[in-house]
């Protein structure tokens, strides 16, 4: 038997709008001036409410906090290629992607409180409370999509994690799980250059991380992540693949331009050079730019969004606060079970009691 | 009507009225379909139920994190591990997710997964495929532990725990699979979790047994010179306390057995429960028969690991001489 080749693989990679702000005009997804506006906006939206969280936290009135700053069309340009029945099942760095969906700022911020009140959903809600275990939800969203495709319904199931989360066993799972069972799942990996401290170029010798999807017979795409429409189209066009049982992976390459969380200091871990080059590209300014050449968006309008978003960070803080603020302790025995087991209703009543409070149910 | 069926037959049957009766159970696991699962307890689904009936990908992380999201999307999920020991590689998602997909989402996303398990020694197995790891489960919050010890009780709490709208680990005890027969009630039968019974009545002193281990107990016992009482708790979470404590007040005496390592295993819970609730009514120390704390060895070793007849015969002769 001689030496053959049984299979060749080649990743593509999609840009539209570059960094030096040429766009390729045909590929521009057809995207209504309001749409773009809107995605404009979510991810300035996004942006504030991290730089404030971030304040915030340093004046130990939030925990611990994963900011977002740079992945924001990466974040913002995907769940706007979603439909409404989709689900979103996010890691924990989603605030644009949440914002986006939906979520309320408030909410974002009653999470950062401590509050689980902040994760709470509705009847029709259909975004997971963030997961914080690194890649475990990739399988989550790998089941929602899997149950969409036995019933022959429509809804996509769109997983967010980052490059280090391509290292776990859960997410090589998930990967090789819907593509066996024809789930309608997106992958969307935002490969924001480091996990926590470790750079991508330790996490794998893969030449992408998009190949990962190769081994698992599902398509693999990678995009330029800080461009709002390349992100928006690949999404797109894997949302289409999965709608028909083809499970897709999207790399969006960016970069996290803050800290991990607000307990790391990037400055022992990251070249300046290096950063200098990623503000050059950041996704809000590129998107920006774009608008405005062709008429969207105006002075006026930038100034306004600035004033109303203000409004609205701030609305946000005092309505988390309140929350905070009204928090009731016996709470957390209530959503342990659908029904409270006997022995747990005996150390609800003890709780009740050593807090002085009335003794639930009675 | 009552059919004589074996647990592995009330595995199935169980199994098979609940696709039935729900459009939303959804049965998965390695190799439940065509083969009908190592032990044959999901056999013919498949056939019955093409749609809802899936041979999973193999690796169990992907296969308790999968369920968790087919129940998120309104599905019931139904979930076959291979052997308890490999639930371990999916220990993370059942404690990180499957378990708190309720609290953390208060309420607004809850996870009616069903995880079927094989557990316990006895059956000559390779390594790795005989651990008890009850005490690991209950000690999670948000998770139920169910353990049947026969045929009807199999059929009665599965079907339960199936209807149940939090995660359940189901422990089918490997070793009793085949090992008896009994009529099981046909058509919709539920046993209520968390209640246990009192499998044979007396007044010298109490024995809590679970899984094999109590018809091991019930062999033992029938040699000792005393009016014993068995109580079998059926579900290790929630966990019934005032059947167990109402019986230790009666008798005053109280063994547990369990195959599990002692450290931190069960027993140590319902003797700590009982110090709690019958501590004025105990007339000796209570006594624990169990499984030691060495990794479960392979089969040469094992029945010398797992608790005998006579071990737990002395065991409630030590609870009954002072």
Same mark, same amino acid.
């Given at each position: 038997m001689p030496r053959t080749t049984v299979a060749e693989f080649t990743v593509e990679s999609l840009g539209i709008l570059a960094p030096d702000g040429e766009v390729d005009e045909e590929l521009v997804p057809d995207l209504s001036e309001e749409t773009l506006r809107g995605m404009y906006r979510t991810m300035r939206r996004a942006r504030r409410l991290d730089e404030r969280a971030i304040a915030l936290q340093r004046r130990g009135e939030l925990g611990t906090y994963a900011p977002g700053i740079g992945q924001e069309a990466a974040q913002v340009a995907s769940a706007t290629a979603l439909a409404d029945g989709d689900w979103v099942v996010p890691a924990f760095r989603e605030q644009a992607a949440l914002l986006t969906r939906g979520t309320p700022m408030h909410a974002i911020l009653a999470y950062a409180m401590g509050l689980e009140e902040g994760a709470a959903v509705g009847p029709d809600d259909r975004t997971l409370p963030p997961s914080i275990p690194v890649g475990s939800q990739a399988l989550h969203a790998v089941g929602i999509g899997w149950a969409y495709a036995m019933r022959n319904e429509d809804p996509v199931a769109l997983a967010y994690f980052g490059d280090g989360a391509t290292s776990t066993g859960d997410v090589m799972e998930a990967f090789n799980s819907a593509g066996a069972y024809g789930a309608q799942t997106v992958f969307l990996c935002q490969n924001n250059q480091y996990a926590i401290s470790t750079p991508r170029s330790k996490q794998s010798r893969a030449e992408t991380l998009a190949q990962k999807a190769i081994g698992a017979g599902i398509r693999g795409i990678q995009v330029d992540g800080n461009d709002a429409l390349a992100v928006y189209e690949a999404t797109r066009e894997a949302l289409d693949h999965a709608r028909d049982g083809d499970p897709v992976l999207v790399e969006a390459l960016t970069y996290r331009r803050s800290m991990h969380t607000t307990s790391d200091d990037p400055r022992k871990y990251r070249q300046e050079d290096e950063e200098v080059d990623w503000d050059r590209r950041d996704p809000i300014l590129r998107l920006e730019s774009y608008l405005r050449e062709r008429g969207i968006l105006t002075d006026d309008? %930038? !100034? *306004? /969004? $600035? !004033? $109303? /978003? $203000?409004t609205e960070v701030a609305d946000a803080i005092e309505r988390a606060k309140g929350m905070a603020a009204d928090v009731d302790p016996a709470d957390m025995f209530e959503h342990a079970y659908g029904e409270m087991p006997p022995w747990l209703e005996r150390q609800l009543t003890a709780f009740s009691g050593a807090q002085g409070g009335a003794v639930d149910g009675e | 009507m009552a059919n004589e069926l074996r647990i592995v037959e009330a595995v199935q049957q169980a199994l098979d009225e609940e696709l039935a009766r729900d459009d939303s159970v959804v049965l998965f696991g390695e190799d439940v379909g065509v083969t009908g699962g190592v032990f044959r307890a999901t056999d013919g689904l %498949?056939? *019955?139920y093409p749609e809802r009936v899936y041979d999973s990908t193999l690796g169990e992380s992907g296969i308790v994190g999968v369920g968790i999201g087919l129940a998120a999307a309104g599905m019931t999920p139904v *979930? #076959? &591990?291979q052997f308890q020991s490999f639930l371990y590689q999916g220990f993370a998602q059942l404690v990180q997710h499957a378990a708190r997909l309720r609290s953390r989402s208060r309420g607004g996303f809850t996870c009616p997964m069903t995880i079927r398990t094989p557990y316990g020694g006895g059956i000559r197995a390779l390594e790795h495929h005989s651990e008890s790891f009850e005490a690991g489960f209950a000690h999670v919050p948000g998770l139920k532990v169910v353990v049947p010890s026969s045929p009807t009780e199999t059929k009665g709490l599965l079907t339960a725990s199936i209807r149940d709208p939090d995660p359940v680990v189901f422990m089918e005890p490997t070793r009793l699979y085949r090992a008896m027969r009994e009529p099981v009630p046909e058509g919709d039968y539920t046993l209520p979790l968390g209640e246990a019974t009192v499998v044979e009545a007396g007044e010298d002193v109490t024995v809590v047994a679970w899984g094999s281990m109590l018809r091991t107990t019930l062999s033992a016992v029938d040699g000792v010179d005393a009016d014993v009482e068995v109580v079998?708790?059926?579900? &290790?979470?929630? /966990?019934?306390? $005032?059947? &167990?404590? #109402?019986? %230790?007040?009666?008798t005053g005496r109280c063994v547990v057995v369990h195959e599990a390592p002692m450290t931190a295993g069960l027993g140590a819970e319902i003797v700590s429960r009982l110090t709690e609730t019958a501590f004025y009514h105990l007339e000796s120390p209570p006594e624990r028969v169990t499984g030691y704390d060495v990794p479960f060895p392979m089969f040469a070793r094992e029945e010398a690991y797992l608790p005998s007849e006579e071990r737990v015969r002395a065991g409630v002769e030590r609870a009954l001489s002072e």
């Open positions: 309008d %930038v !100034a *306004a /969004l $600035e !004033a $109303e /978003l $203000e | %498949v056939d *019955a *979930a #076959e &591990i079998n708790p059926r579900t &290790i979470y929630p /966990l019934d306390t $005032e059947t &167990i404590t #109402e019986s %230790v007040k009666k």
